[in-house]
C-alpha cells in the first residue's frame, strides 16, 4: 500500500463533499518513508492519500480548519453544542453521501453507525410484515439523527431507515457514539432531549392519525414535509402520501382534491406545490402547530 501527501493547502469544505475521511489511527500506517514522516510531523500537510482506495485522511489541524471554514455546522443537534464538544467528536464523524433509496438499516438489525444529516432526508418506516405494507413514522433532515435507538441504549432498529432524498450526512460509529455519550454531558442532554421530544411527536401523531379528519391529516402532513425540506415544492405521490398516513390511496386522492379546489395546493406531475400556506394552516388540525413547537 502506497501514500500520497498531500498538498499543504488549506481544508476547504469542499473537500467534506468529495469524501475526505477522517481516521487518524490509519494514517501512520499509510506512511512508509523517512522524509514522508518528517513532513508528516512537521506539520507541513494536511491530508494522507492512500492510493489503493483513492481515500483521503484528514489530519487533525485539517480537521479543525475544515470545521471552522465551515463555519455553520449543518446538523442542528451538532451546531447546538458547545464548540469544545464539536471538536472533540471530529475524529469520530465520517462525512457520507447517502443515496436515494439507499436502506441505511432494516428493522431488527444491527445499528452500526449513526447519522446526522446535513442535506439529506431519511424517512424512518414502520413495516408490517403482515400486509407488507410500511407507515411512514418520521422524516429526518438537518434537524435531526438517525440511530436514537443507540442513545436509549438499544442495539438494534425497530424500524427501516430508508433515504427519501440523496445527500449528505456526517455518520459516527455506534461505539463512538457511547463513548461520546460518556464524555460529553453537553451531547447527552442534546440527544435526550431530541429522542424526548420523538416520543411526544409519535404520541401526537397517533392522536391525530386515530381522530382528526384525512383532509386536515394532509394538511398536516403536507406542511410538516415543507418545513423539513425547506420549500413550498416537493416530489410527492398519492400513493406515498397515503402510506405517510396509514389510509388508502383513494381517500388521500379525495382530499387533496378537495384542498386542490380551495387553491390551497395544486398537484401536477407526482410535484406537490402549496400555494396558500397559511390557509393550508387553517385547513390542518391543531397538530401542525403541536408538532411544530416540539420539533424546535
Ligand atoms: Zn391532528
Do not use: W
Not at 411512514?136 to 438517525?146: S, V
Request: glycine fraction near 8%.
Amino acid at each position: 500500500m502506497s501514500a500520497t501527501l498531500a498538498s499543504p493547502k488549506p481544508a476547504t469544505p469542499g473537500n467534506a463533499a468529495a469524501g475526505v475521511r477522517v481516521a487518524n489511527g490509519r494514517i501512520l500506517r499509510l506512511v512508509r518513508s523517512g522524509p514522508e514522516l518528517r513532513a508528516l510531523e512537521s506539520g507541513q500537510v494536511d491530508a494522507v492519500l492512500d492510493r489503493a482506495t483513492g481515500t483521503a485522511f484528514l489530519l487533525p489541524d485539517a480537521q479543525r480548519a475544515l470545521a471552522a471554514a465551515g463555519g455553520g455546522i449543518a446538523n442542528s443537534l451538532l451546531a447546538a453544542l458547545p464548540r469544545a464538544d464539536y471538536e472533540s467528536l471530529l475524529p469520530a464523524l465520517e462525512p457520507v453521501a447517502l443515496a436515494s433509496g439507499q436502506v441505511l438499516y432494516e428493522p431488527g438489525e444491527r445499528i452500526r453507525h449513526a447519522y446526522f444529516p446535513s442535506d439529506a432526508q431519511v424517512s424512518l418506516l414502520t413495516v408490517v410484515v403482515m400486509e407488507r405494507k410500511s407507515l411512514e413514522i418520521n422524516l429526518i433532515g438537518r434537524e435531526g439523527m438517525i440511530g436514537i435507538p443507540l442513545v436509549l441504549g438499544a442495539e438494534t432498529s425497530p424500524v427501516r431507515a430508508l433515504v427519501q432524498k440523496k445527500g449528505s450526512a456526517l455518520r459516527m460509529p455506534a461505539a463512538s457514539l457511547h463513548e461520546a455519550l460518556r464524555c460529553s454531558p453537553a451531547l447527552r442532554h442534546e440527544l435526550l432531549r431530541y429522542a424526548y421530544a420523538k416520543l411526544l411527536q409519535a404520541r401526537q401523531t397517533a392522536a391525530c392519525n386515530r381522530f382528526h379528519p384525512i383532509e386536515a391529516r394532509i394538511a398536516r402532513c403536507l406542511l410538516t414535509t415543507r418545513d423539513r425540506v425547506r420549500s413550498n415544492a416537493f416530489p410527492l405521490t398519492h400513493e406515498h402520501l397515503a402510506d405517510a398516513l396509514g389510509v388508502r390511496r383513494v381517500g388521500v386522492t379525495i382530499a387533496a382534491g378537495a384542498l386542490q379546489r380551495r387553491k390551497l395546493i395544486s398537484y401536477r406531475h407526482g410535484l406537490m406545490r402549496i400555494l396558500d400556506g397559511k390557509g393550508l394552516e387553517a385547513a390542518s388540525c391543531e397538530c401542525y402547530a403541536i408538532l411544530r413547537g416540539l420539533a424546535r
